[in-house]
């Protein structure tokens, strides 16, 4: 008796690659996964037993800033000066306020009575 002979079937994923070339690309991505991880998780445990033993690394402090200087003292502050005030009278033409001491409005330049 002959052998029958059935064409042998190929697996291709994307663009020609072969899926058992994916896979194992994948398995290479996950092992490596866990290796990071397995690395961080060691760091971070003896980080933590050292700083649980030793102590925390001193923190920093930062300088104080440097005082503004204090004014010097005058003989009159803002607060013992008197206020002036003007007194104003309304302008006949245009109506605004004008002190009494000018000669003139501003606005439309009347004379004040």
Not at 2 to 20: A, C, E, F, K
Not at 56 to 78: I, K, L, M, N, S
């Amino acid at each position: 008796m002959s052998r029958l002979r059935l064409p042998r079937l190929r697996l291709t994923g994307v663009q020609g690659v072969r899926t058992s070339d994916l896979m194992g690309l994948l398995l290479k991505l996950a092992l490596l996964g866990v290796a990071l991880y397995a690395a961080y998780k060691t760091f971070s445990r003896w980080k933590g037993l050292y700083d649980r033993f030793v102590g925390p690394p001193p923190v920093p402090q930062r300088p104080e800033p440097p005082r503004a200087p204090e004014p010097a003292p005058t003989t009159q502050t803002a607060q013992t000066r008197p206020k002036v005030i003007e007194d104003t009278v309304q302008c006949v033409g245009c109506g605004a306020y004008v002190s009494t001491a000018a000669e003139k409005c501003g606005h439309c330049g009347r004379p004040l009575p």
